[in-house]
């Protein structure tokens, strides 16, 4: 789940999430589903390319329960620095974006709320070979040890500081090297010792290649805001009843796909080209990685309050992080940045 346009110049850039999660790359066209002229046309932004972590839209689209809401939508895919500026702008209704994006983007004038979380747990990890011994966020401070990262910017970024900002570790005690989108050849062949990625995806891919892995979860150690569905101030206020509507739709299929995974893979080979003609350890590595997703979309918070709850504590400590890091430079009102008053109806 996988990932900020110019009000992200504080963090560099960015690629939830996905929601995912992974590194970009080039944007597919938009899968449209044909529906009657009566239906409400809907735009749904990912920032990544066709992946089964978008598997309860896949679903919901499939299924016709969007149709069912009376809503005609198109799957957009692009980098999370334009869907965030695009539902700001009102070309796109919806998109995915994660937690701090929504926050930064807001102390910019954008316009932009979270209406539904995605995933309960910021999915950033930090894996390296067993044989490393590195389990906790202070061994990434020892002598020797290298940190790889994508970049300055991004998730991986966000979560490196989060847990460097949650156990009180200065920056420049880790060693950090950037080594953009290259995650599991580098620790496989040696050239770091640890590596920032997502928890349903570089680890799996290694254990997968017979090489036993510790992960450390950012999540373990500070509540980040993760990816959520975002919408305009705009629409929401214009038109609440398509928020509420598309959001049941989405939520409807998300129960379903944690239900049965397995049918819900097999519905998204049909909205991802490149899987469904890819070969079976391929195949098995992303029904893998939809397992490994579902955990994320759940917490003890959902078993109480439902799937897809925006947790407010969640939000402003990462509001709290953002300001005390030097990332967000003035206050937001972190109650106008999510609501919760779609995911009950």
């Not at 994508?150 to 991986?156: I, L, Q, T, V």
């Not at 959001?247 to 909205?271: G, H, K, Q, S, W």
Request: proline share 6%; aromatic share 10%; with cysteine.
């Amino acid at each position: 789940m996988r990932c900020l346009s110019l009000f992200l110049v504080l963090l560099t850039a960015l690629i939830g999430v996905g929601c995912g999660a992974t590194p970009m790359a080039t944007p597919t066209p938009a899968t449209r589903q044909t529906a009657p002229a009566a239906l409400r046309p809907v735009t749904m932004g990912f920032p990544y390319i066709p992946n089964v972590q978008f598997s309860h839209f896949y679903l919901a689209h499939a299924k016709g329960y969007y149709a069912a809401e009376g809503l005609d939508v198109t799957f957009d895919y692009n980098y999370e620095t334009d869907v965030v500026q695009r539902v700001a702008q009102g070309t796109l209704q919806f998109a995915l974006a994660s937690g701090d994006s929504v926050l930064l983007a807001r102390a910019q004038g954008l316009p932009i709320v979270a209406v539904m979380t995605n995933s309960q747990r910021f999915p950033v990890v930090f894996f390296s070979k067993t044989e490393a011994n590195i389990t906790t966020p202070k061994d990434l401070t020892r002598n020797g040890v290298t940190v790889g990262i994508p970049g300055r910017f991004g998730a991986s970024w966000i979560g490196l500081l989060a847990l460097l900002y949650a156990e009180n570790i200065p920056r420049e005690s880790v060693n950090v090297q950037e080594i953009g989108f290259t995650q599991v050849a580098a620790i496989s062949e040696g050239k770091v010792t640890v590596a920032a990625g997502y928890g349903n995806n570089e680890p799996i891919q290694l254990e997968r290649q017979g090489i036993p892995v510790n992960v450390i979860r950012v999540s373990d150690y500070f509540p980040l805001a993760s990816d959520s569905l975002i919408a305009s101030e705009q629409l929401i206020g214009s038109d609440p009843d398509v928020v509420r509507r598309f959001v049941r739709a989405t939520l409807r299929a998300m129960a379903e796909v944690i239900a049965d995974p397995e049918t819900a893979f097999t519905n998204a080979l049909d909205y991802i080209p490149e899987l469904k003609s890819a070969d079976q350890p391929t195949r098995d590595l992303q029904r893998a990685v939809l397992q490994a997703t579902l955990d994320y979309w759940q917490s003890d918070k959902t078993k109480t309050e439902g799937l897809g709850f925006c947790n407010e504590e969640n939000w402003r400590e990462t509001h709290t992080f953002l300001r005390e890091s030097g990332l967000l430079t003035t206050d937001v009102d972190v109650t106008k940045a999510f609501t919760n008053q779609f995911i009950k109806d």
